[in-house]
């Protein structure tokens, strides 16, 4: 089992930046790609960016340009570089997993951390 711990979230002005952080702990073997989603109030839960274990990424259209997702196996920890921060990214940020394993595949969430820009 795979735990997902995540950082970083905060209260920010507009144009600002943070940096999340997801530390993954337990059997952390065989994590494939790890991505960030977030789900702002009234809404569903969408994409904000992934990144495969070879360092391929995907980002959604409303945070390309502005958002970085990275990655550091050693410190088994997965990252977003929040930059010119906008109101409408105000949302919970949830970091997932995918762990392949011989019995199956696997999916793991953390429990959040809120972003909320706003001036």
């Known amino acids: 089992q795979v735990q997902l711990q995540e950082s970083g979230g905060g209260l920010v002005q507009p144009g600002g930046s943070l940096r999340l952080s997801c530390v993954a702990s337990?059997?952390?073997?065989?994590?494939?790609?790890m991505g960030w989603y977030r789900q702002a109030p009234g809404k569903q839960r969408e994409l904000v960016a992934t990144?495969?274990?070879?360092?391929?990424?995907n980002y959604a259209d409303s945070v390309k340009g502005r958002f970085t997702i990275s990655r550091d196996n050693a410190k088994n920890t997965v990252y977003l570089q929040m930059n010119s921060l906008k109101p409408e990214d105000t949302a919970v940020y949830y970091c997932?997993?995918?762990?392949?394993?011989?019995?199956?595949?696997?999916?793991?969430w953390g429990q959040g951390t809120q972003v909320i820009v706003s001036s």
């Open positions: 997932n997993a995918d762990q392949s394993l011989w019995r199956g595949n696997y999916e793991y």
């Open positions: 990144i495969t274990s070879g360092g391929t990424t």
């Open positions: 337990g059997s952390i073997f065989r994590i494939n790609a």
